[in-house]
């Protein structure tokens, strides 16, 4: 017997569900073609379809910034930083551990991808960019 292709964000949803009595405005979802869009109510769970929670956010000076890792990811993960010493604003490492990568974490502003750590970056430079 095969488990549901959805089994594991049903459990997520189930979790949201004992937490609001509107679980589906935490989802998207997202055909073949389209992109990621919100759910507006109980999610039907279609094989062919995606589905993700919404991407958590911050919000620094206006700006919706994804979450920061709240959490130590594995060994030999990589991790990326805002880094203002580095021309793309962003650089990675990869996790060991140890005391740099543990007070980078601390620092708020490691991230998973590149991408998010870019959207961090820049939306800490708002605060002191000159127009």
Known sequence: MT?????????????DALETERPW????????????????????WQPEWEYRRNIKTININGFDVPEPMQEAP???????YVS?????????????????DRALMKTGT???????????AKALLSFTEQK
Not at 3 to 14: D, I, P, S, T
Not at 91 to 97: E, N, P
Not at 110 to 120: P, R, V
């Open 3 to 15: 488990k549901h292709k959805h089994a594991e964000l049903m459990m997520q949803y189930a979790q």
């Open 25 to 44: 405005e935490r989802w998207e979802f997202k055909t073949k073609m389209e992109k990621w869009l919100s759910c507006g109510s109980q999610i039907i």
């Open 74 to 80: 594995r060994v030999g993960t990589r991790y990326y």
């Open 84 to 100: 203002f010493s580095n021309k793309d604003l962003v650089d990675s490492f990869k996790w060991d551990g140890n005391a740099f």
């Open 110 to 120: 490691c991230h998973s991808t590149k991408k998010t750590a870019e959207i961090h």
